[in-house]
Each structure stands twice: as C-alpha cells, then as structure tokens.
C-alpha cells in the first residue's frame, strides 16, 4: 500500500504518487464499471432505475457515505453525505445514473447493455471487440486505446465509477479530503430533470454546500484538461402539424389535401436564415460580448479546420464568429421530424400529422419564457391556430392552418466566475497535476440540471470532464477510450486532494 505522509488535506499528491495510486485500483474499477453498465438505465423504466439506485447505494454506503432517498413525482434522487473530522467546508457532487433511451438494431453488439471491450484492427481500422479479461492486469500493448461499447459508457456512469474509484485509491491510502463531502445522484437527467427543481427546494438544508462539482461531460475536443464553469439550459418545443384527419393516398388526393409535411418544412425554415441564425425577432437579445469576454473565449484553442474535418462539414453556421462564441447564444435545433413512414415502409400517402421536436437551448442573458413566447408568436404569424391536442371538427372547419405548441422549461442556464472559490480551487488542483493551467471554457454548448443548485442554494459550480470527445454520447455505440477513464481517475483523486483556500 503506498502511504502518503500526511492526511492529504496537508498536502498534493505529486503525478507519480498519483499514478501509482490509480494503478493499484484498476482491477477493481473495472469490474465495478462492467457490473455497472449492466444494469439498464432508461429512466422511462422505472424499475430499472431501481436497480441503478440500489447499486449506487450500496457503493456509496461501502466507501463511508450515509445515504438516503429523496422521493420525487417520479424516480427518487439518492443523497449521500460524508463527514470529514475538522473540515470546514463542504463539496455537492453531482452524479448523472440514467441514460438515453436505445435502439439495439443500431448497435454494433448485441445488447447495449452488455459492455464489450474492443480495440482497432490495425491501423485506422474497425474495432473489433476483445476478451474483457485483457483489462485486468498485467495488462499489455496499446490497452490505453482499447475502448469500451456500452450506453451510459461515458454519459455518465463512467463518471461515476471514476469518482468511486478515487475514493477508493484515498481510503487505499489512509487518507481524506480536506472537506466534508455530499453527493446528489440524479436519476432522470436524459429526461429533463423535471423533478429536481423541487427536490432540491425541498431539501435545501440537507443539500447545503460551500460549492457543486459537476462530474459530467467530456473536455475540450483537443482532449487537454479542461473546466467548464457554465452551460446552457433546455427548453424542448414539440410541434404537430395537422392535414387530412387520417392518412390519405396521394393519388387520389395529392395537389388537393394539404400535406403536413410540406406545411411543417416551410415553417421551421420561416426560422433561419440561410446562414444559421435565427430570424424570430428579440431572439438573441441581451447577448454582447465586451473585450474581457473576448479574451476568455479566444483563450479557448479551438481548430476549427479540424472541427470542420472532425464533423464532416464545409463551414459552420455563422450565429458567432467561432465555435466558443456560437454556444453563448440561445440555439433553436430542430432535433428531430415524423411523418408519413420511409425506407421499407415507405406508402404513397399524404400524412395526416407532421411532427418536430425542438431544443431551444438557454443562456443565463436570456429570458426562457420570452423566447417560448417568440417562437409561439411566430407560428401564429405565419398563419396557423394553435390546438390543444387533437382538433376539434369545429377547429379543423375553420381554420386551414392547425398546430399543436407544447412547451416547457427544463432547466436554466448557469455560469460560474473563473475567479470563484471552486474556479481557484479546480485550477490549482489541474495546474499541479498536468504543470500548466487547463482550458477553462465560460460555457459549455451541452445542459445540464445545475441551475436548480445555483439558484436555490447559492453556491457556484464547476464542472470536471473526464471522457473523451469522441465518445457517441447520446447515439449508438457510445464508448469510453480506456486511458480516458484512467485519466478521469487520476484528475478526480487530484481534485480530492486538493486543499481548499
């Protein structure tokens, strides 16, 4: 066992201390990370979610934790505390356990849920899955390139583990933390969060703390450490067009029943301009950038060819001069469009609904409500009444243009200063470990349900990526690159380590 000299509170942990420290816990972490990622996590399968929870439960309470349930409307959050003998601050982590929804067809393994390890054949090659055995010492060759397929691999229950492998390297070690340690682990995040705001009001005492750490997300696309000390907020739109009341052939009725697909495609493109920005009035209001903020977003070393070559696009849409200015406005996407059937199930119909779903994504200078209200205006300028629900026969005689607005607010945007008590405390751990300063980005393009903390409890926060870019979140195949769950690992413990002025 390597022992350090003193509590850890006392003093860092220098890289190759670090290193061995992580070293010794890799077997254990990734057999706790295959066990894990078995276990199904859509948060629309409740009683899955049930055994994600009893899983984390059982890590946290092994590794010192009290824990306890907090109900909510839907899934309960689960909320562990650790107190450390003479500390005078305390640390909220926050833990993402759910994961998006999957389609297996689209999945190159059988079960989403079944994790596979698998390395590239070759040089730029495919990858090819390999015995899981080969993870556990003495591990051999390139292992650190070696990746993991599973849903949630790395949004975020590769987070998760790493934080509880941390853990683990510290009490290896015979040592704490400097602080008083709380986590809150969010079970229905890939949903919106829409039970948080209230559980978090609820338990505002219990919740307490000096700062939130976000435990979430991958760095910068250069792969160097990063912070983040802001994101955008969430606020999903669902449009439904109407047309003929079923779906009816396109022979018979074509150039006379309109078609809701057509009708919705005009509409969202009434939206943008040919460049990308949105063109509903007010809807970038409030955002200016003076000379200080300039300097923190061109700090950020974006290459843009790169990015370009990376995404497989010609140019960018042109809402900012770059990528780290695009994402400090509000964004209007439209993520996803139905109608009618395609491919193999492709009719000759005009289809009775056409149907959008929306992200308009929020920054802290916007005004949520008023940007709903914008895009609501819009639609009824370009013609249409807006239903609730499927439309009456008196509605469908009236009106020639019928849509359905559905709404709401998941949660705000938030920014933290990079002058703050956890921006100094984050960057002196980072700076220690890899000798110069991370990337530190104002605000990250992605949302996450941190405004709830900020707002109702008052403290500021910061998130430490610890995945790598390229990972599939969100979509089929998702992965961790190996060496980036080590690397997670070994920032976090650095985290942990790291005294708090």
Same mark, same amino acid.
């Given at each position: ?7 850890? +509170? ?7 201390? #670090? *290193? !061995?420290?992580?070293? %010794?816990?890799?077997?254990? &972490? =990734? ?126 229950? +590769? ?7 941390? #853990? *683990? !390297?510290?009490?290896? %070690?015979?040592?704490?933390? &400097? =602080? ?136 960018? *849409? ?184």
């Amino acid at each position: 066992m390597l022992m350090l000299a003193q509590p850890l +509170g006392a003093q860092q942990i220098e890289r190759p201390q #670090l *290193d !061995a420290l992580t070293e %010794a816990q890799l077997d254990s &972490a =990734f057999r706790n990370f295959r066990e894990y990622l078995s276990i199904p996590n859509d948060a629309h399968f409740p009683e899955d979610i049930r055994k994600v929870l009893d899983w984390m439960d059982a890590a946290l309470t092994a590794r010192g934790f009290e824990t306890r349930e907090l109900p909510t409307e839907g899934s309960p959050l689960l909320f562990g505390e650790r107190k450390v003998e003479g500390a005078e601050k305390t640390v909220l982590v926050y833990l993402q356990s759910d994961g998006q929804p999957v389609d297996p067809t689209r999945w190159e393994q059988d079960d989403p849920y079944e994790p596979v390890l698998k390395a590239k054949s070759g040089s730029g090659g495919d990858f090819e899955e390999i015995p899981w055995d080969r993870l556990y010492s003495p591990r051999e060759g390139n292992w650190r390139d070696w990746r993991i397929f599973a849903r949630s691999a790395s949004d975020s229950k +590769g987070p998760n583990v790493q934080f509880l492998t941390a #853990l *683990d !390297a510290m009490r290896a %070690a015979g040592v704490e933390p &400097a =602080f008083h340690l709380k986590v809150i682990v969010d079970t229905e995040e890939e949903m919106g969060s829409p039970n948080l705001p209230p559980a978090v009001e609820e338990h505002r005492d219990l919740l307490a703390a000096d700062m939130l750490l976000i435990l979430d997300g991958p760095p910068h696309i250069s792969g160097r450490p990063t912070l983040k000390f802001g994101a955008r907020g969430i606020a999903p739109v669902t449009l439904t067009v109407f047309g003929p009341r079923v779906p009816v052939h396109s022979g018979h009725y074509g150039n006379y029943a309109p078609n809701p697909a057509l009708r919705l495609a005009e509409l969202l493109a009434s939206m943008k301009d040919e460049r990308g920005r949105v063109t509903i009035p007010g809807f970038y209001d409030g955002i200016t950038f003076d000379s200080a903020t300039e300097a923190i977003l061109e700090a950020v070393p974006d290459d843009e060819a790169f990015i370009h070559d990376w995404l497989g696009i010609a140019e960018p *849409d042109e809402v900012g001069r770059n990528l780290q200015e695009a994402v400090q406005y509000p964004s209007l996407n439209v993520r996803g469009i139905l109608a009618g059937w395609v491919g193999d199930e492709v009719r000759t119909i005009i289809p009775a609904t056409a149907v959008a779903e929306i992200d308009v994504r929020l920054v802290v200078e916007s005004d949520p409500e008023k940007l709903l209200a914008s895009i609501r205006q819009h639609i009824v300028e370009q013609g249409y009444h807006l239903v609730d629900g499927e439309p009456t026969d008196a509605e469908r005689k009236a009106n020639a243009k019928l849509l359905s607005f559905e709404s709401e607010i998941s949660y705000r945007a938030f920014r933290t200063e990079f002058d703050s008590v956890p921006g100094r405390w984050l960057t002196a751990a980072m700076t220690h470990v890899y000798g110069e300063a991370p990337i530190r980005i104002r605000t990250a393009g992605g949302s996450i349900p941190i405004s709830p903390f900020v707002t109702t409890l008052g403290v500021p926060a910061v998130g430490v990526p610890s995945v790598n870019p390229d990972n599939n979140q969100h979509s089929p195949n998702e992965n961790i690159r190996v060496g980036h769950f080590v690397e997670g690992i070994r920032v976090i413990l650095a985290v942990l380590a790291q005294p708090i002025d």
